[in-house]
């Protein structure tokens, strides 16, 4: 069916050259426009002077001139320009067969002609079970963009950006559910936590206020004091983080599935300064203190130039876990995936670095 | 099967822009009228294959098709619809496919209106133009298909960068590349008399139009991507000679100069090989800008991606074609026969000095855009030549050259007479000098505001004064009726310049603030007193926006309300600001948001200008008089006409 069409616009495009070959062309002067032009000059210089625009004597230099013009070109004047027999069939068969030849060789290239169609919406009736993630994902954002005061389809959509490494469109979904469906201590939590994953696990004071508005609403939420002890961390108020999550612990179930990570980063607390709580570096400080869109092109660019390093130099194991950590952070797998492949070429020699990093990438499951 | 039938006739498209250049012009060489002839229906079909691709393209990104990378790196299922469709040129591919579709529907044009013209010149034009889609469709379909596919789409894809998500981009980019590509016709003329070797009256007559109607469509389109710039930015400036609007302001500082002389060739045959030059230029010019665009050599909001591969194919097809034509020039300009001779004070001469100072402007703007490009490959050093070098260098070419247009306007042709010119123009330079005072009490310093000020109503007077002079003449009526078009078209494209001339001068009266604001608290700009009442969050489609409410008084009376914002897209994330502007006669009140602080300040840039409105306003009447005079299908006479009667009313125009 698309090669029937095909044809039919090469055969329409041959006939726009066969077309003019075929026609018995006249063969016209080819000084004959030129002489048209300078007659029809001289008439306007005459109807000018008619209608009184022109004053007789300007009129007369006028004419002069261009009558000098049409002489010339009269002068010009070759005769008939012709046109041969032989030349249009030449030019016609060439036409017929390079035209087509020349089309069907790059488009063999280029083209896709076994790829159909792939309208978003028919996609989406052709999926009608929810065999698919993605496509109920994308089904349920056309529903938004027309009810766009549903706050259910927000709440139902925004778990998937989290699992998907897309926290911040996660937050922006909870906080309009939040704003439809009218405040609850979950809703708060779920709003705050994804806006701490949107900030690369930093309890940022936007984060914090929800957080506080769930507290206000249910002191017990097991969550809301999590991060509050979290914050406290971070900010460097360790007797107070140990306080909130003492608390945490001893209030919750003996079977809590939080219980455990509490146990560790409050382990942490009371031994050594938790590596990741605060930020490493002068940099890295600059960077925590940045605007939401302009530190993720900063991480951006450092990771980039840890690649570039990596690339000059890559007996460097520590650097490659920190970048394929980094990619699968900022949830860009294709190029953690590049990046686990690079490792294993520049580590080939290095077993145990090896081992590290294919450890690393299970854990965060690259390139499986 | 639309998007492949699509893709299928973009290759098609390529072949056929090969037959129409090889054919017509073997037809030319041997002189064989039918092989000329298959120029008019391939030009023709070429177009119509372009137009199915871009079509195609246009569907796909209509709905959401995935399966296309173009779409997936440019759309987003939840943009609004209008920004589907421009969305299709907001990207490297689309707008390369757009500025082929403008090349093709321009020689389609050329061959469906040209049934007056000589075969020879109309074969030879076509097969250049032919080569140009050719070379250009192979660009698109080697270096950036838009109709590259993937087997898996996605669900989703990247959106389009919000600084593009707003309705001047439905606007601007398609005047800009119908003048930038106009011009092509112009030169496919230009390289048509060089390889035919003939050049006449006739030849500039059929060349007025295409001329015209590029320059017009160039003009539209820089004020208009420069009001885009203003409104969108966030700066409150219009112009920053960033190299990319320079690339779009040589090529008609060159048009200009074209459309002037080559009003010259066609009264007087005179200036022949110069309006051939400048044909070239001027195309070359809009070559120039695509490459420095399209390339990657520069940043900025217009380069969509930077590939060395596409920059150096741009760069062959921009050697080829401006090379190309240059040597062609100078192997057969000598071979032109030259035109007649004319005295300096004449209308000729005027034209002259014209073109003299339009291109040295030109030039000036070449040298300020490459400069620093060419040093910074040659040395590495970044330099950037900005606003005070063209300040500096344009000003003093720009000032007089304005001084002059009234006079050139005023002299007959062949022969004129300065002082009787200058006298007729009494009332103008009065005009001007009461609005210098006038301007000068009201406003006060920078003095050159006042200066350009003064010669802008000095302008706009001068052009319509041989208008008026002429219909003073008694019976009115009748002569307005008689007046060629062409001569108002003339006179408003005159005019439009000044009108422009003064909203420029009126920028250095502008007040600019730049504040931290408190919610209540009055901020002083200009003679109006600004307030933020309100600060609140809303959800757009496919944004989240932060605005302010403002309240603007003027002694203790709210005029007017705006709300600037600061905009979050989430598919990109990226923000941009969205200015808050309130128009008040031709001035206008400009806000734009910036950080917001613990305290509940807002960082705000807050400007008042007077009159700006005009600086655009000037460049859509200049193309309103490039309209009538469009619309002027008389045929332009070159009338002599000796000194003593240069002081009476001619029919020059």
């Known amino acids: ?368 | 099967m639309i998007v492949e039938t699509g893709h299928f006739a973009l290759v098609l498209a390529l072949a056929l822009a090969l037959a129409q250049a090889i054919l017509p012009f073997v037809g030319a060489r041997l002189r064989d009228v039918s092989l000329m002839r298959v120029a008019r229906p391939v030009a023709v079909a070429q177009f119509l294959l372009v137009a199915t691709a871009y079509g195609a393209l246009t569907y796909a990104h209509v709905v959401s098709d995935f399966s296309l990378v173009n779409v997936i790196e440019n759309s987003h299922s939840l943009k609004p619809m209008i920004y589907k469709i421009s969305g299709v040129w907001g990207n490297h591919e689309g707008s390369m496919l757009l500025w082929v579709l403008v090349l093709s529907s321009c020689g389609a044009a050329i061959a469906l209106l040209s049934r007056a013209m000589p075969d020879l010149l109309r074969a030879d034009t076509l097969a250049v133009q032919g080569l140009m889609g050719a070379a250009f469709l192979a660009f698109i379909l080697l270096t950036s298909n838009p109709f590259a596919r993937v087997a898996d789409p996605p669900w989703q894809g990247r959106d389009l960068n919000p600084i593009l998500q707003d309705p001047g981009l439905a606007i601007h980019p398609p005047l800009l590349y119908l003048g930038y590509v106009g011009f092509s016709i112009v030169f496919s003329f230009a390289a048509a008399a060089l390889i035919g070797g003939r050049i006449d009256a006739a030849w500039a007559r059929f060349v007025r139009p295409w001329t015209l109607a590029a320059w017009i469509f160039l003009t539209l389109g820089i004020a208009m991507g420069s009001y885009w710039a203003y409104y969108t930015l966030g700066w409150g400036g219009f112009w920053f000679w960033d190299p990319v609007e320079n690339a779009s302001l040589m090529p008609w500082l060159a048009g200009t100069a074209l459309l002037h002389c080559a009003a010259v060739m066609e009264k007087r045959e005179a200036l022949k090989v110069w309006t051939i030059f400048l044909s070239i230029l001027a195309f070359s010019l809009s070559l120039l800008g695509t490459f420095l665009v399209r390339s990657g050599v520069l940043t900025s909001v217009h380069a969509f991606a930077s590939d060395p591969q596409r920059g150096v194919f741009i760069l062959a097809i921009l050697v080829a074609f401006i090379g190309g034509a240059l040597a062609l020039f100078a192997f057969r300009a000598s071979a032109l026969p030259t035109g007649g001779l004319f005295a300096p004070i004449s209308r000729e001469g005027a034209l002259v000095v014209n073109n003299l100072l339009l291109t040295v402007a030109c030039a000036t703007v070449v040298i300020g855009t490459l400069y620093p490009l060419a040093l910074e490959a040659l040395t590495g050093d970044k330099i950037s030549v900005g606003a005070p070098f063209f300040d500096t260098v344009l000003i003093p070419i720009a000032l007089p050259l304005v001084l002059l247009m009234p006079i050139g306007q005023m002299l007959a042709w062949k022969r004129g007479d300065l002082l009787a010119a200058l006298q007729r123009l009494r009332a103008a330079f009065a005009a001007g000098v009461v609005a210098l005072a006038a301007f000068g009490a009201l406003y006060g310093a920078p003095v050159l505001s006042i200066v350009s000020a003064g010669l802008a109503v000095y302008l706009v007077i001068g052009a319509f004064t041989d208008i008026a002079q002429r219909v003073a003449q008694g019976n009115a009526l009748a002569r307005l009726r008689g007046l060629p078009l062409s001569a108002w078209g003339t006179s408003i494209a005159h005019a439009g310049m000044g009108l422009s001339l003064l909203g420029l001068a009126a920028t250095g009266w502008g007040v600019e603030q730049i504040v931290a604001m408190k919610p209540g608290v009055a901020q002083e700009v200009g003679p109006y007193q600004i307030t933020i009442e309100d600060i609140a969050s809303r959800a757009g489609p496919n944004y989240a926006e932060t605005y302010a409410v403002m309240a603007l008084r003027k002694g203790g009376e709210t005029i007017a309300r705006i709300e600037p914002a600061k905009r979050f897209y989430q598919a990109r994330r990226m923000a941009r600001t969205e200015a808050g502007i309130v128009t008040l006669g031709l001035g206008q009140v400009y806000a734009a948001l910036g950080e917001q602080h613990e305290d509940g300040t807002l960082d705000a840039r807050l400007y008042y200008k007077p009159l700006v409105l005009l600086i655009w306003l000037g460049a859509v009447v200049m193309a309103l008089g490039g309209g009538l005079s469009l619309a002027d299908r008389r045929l332009r006479i070159g009338v002599a006409s000796r000194a003593r009667t240069a002081a009476q009313p001619q029919a020059a125009e």
Not at chain 1, 14 to 25: E, F, G, H, I, N
Not at chain 1, 29 to 57: K, N, T, V
Not at chain 1, 87 to 102: D, F, G, Q, R
Request: glycine share 8%.
């Open chain 1, 1 to 368: 069916m698309i090669w029937l069409l095909f044809a039919l616009l090469t055969g329409a495009a041959v006939m726009s050259v066969l077309w003019p070959l075929a026609r018995k062309s006249d063969a016209a002067d080819a000084a004959a426009p030129d002489i048209a032009f300078f007659e029809e000059q001289i008439a306007e210089i005459g109807r000018e002077s008619a209608e009184g625009r022109l004053s007789a004597a300007d009129a007369e230099t006028a004419r002069t001139e261009a009558a000098r013009r049409l002489l010339r070109a009269r002068g010009v004047s070759s005769g008939a320009a012709a046109s041969s027999r032989r030349n249009a069939i030449v030019a016609a068969a060439s036409a017929i067969i390079l035209i087509p030849a020349l089309t069907l060789l790059l488009y063999g290239k280029l083209g896709r002609p076994d790829l159909p169609d792939a309208s978003l919406e028919a996609r989406l009736e052709a999926k009608p079970g929810h065999t698919d993630i993605a496509s109920a994902v994308a089904r349920i954002e056309a529903h938004l963009a027309e009810h766009p005061e549903d706050g259910r389809g927000y709440e139902v959509i925004a778990p998937f950006y989290l699992r998907n490494g897309r926290p911040a469109e996660a937050a922006a979904a909870y906080e309009k559910a939040l704003r439809l469906l009218g405040p609850t201590p979950h809703r708060h939590n779920a709003l705050g936590e994804a806006r701490v994953l949107a900030s690369e696990g930093r309890v940022t004071a936007e984060a914090m206020s929800e957080f506080d508005a769930a507290l206000a609403l249910d002191p017990k939420s097991a969550m809301a004091r999590f991060y509050k002890g979290l914050e406290a961390a971070q900010t460097g108020a360790r007797e107070k983080a140990e306080q909130v999550w003492s608390e945490l612990l001893a209030d919750g179930p003996a079977d809590a599935p939080w219980r455990p990570r509490v146990e560790t980063l409050l382990a942490q607390l009371r031994g050594a300064p938790a590596p990741e709580s605060a930020p490493a570096s002068e940099e890295g400080a600059k960077i925590a203190a940045m605007p939401e869109a302009q530190r993720t092109d900063a991480i951006r660019t450092m990771v980039e130039r840890l690649r570039g390093k990596l690339e000059q130099d890559g007996a460097d194991v520590e650097g490659w876990l920190r970048l394929i950590r980094a990619y699968s952070v900022l949830a860009e797998t294709e190029k953690a995936k590049t990046a686990l492949d690079g490792a294993h070429k520049a580590l080939a020699q290095d077993k145990d670095g090896l081992a590290r990093v294919d450890a690393l990438a299970r854990e965060l499951g690259v390139g499986g």
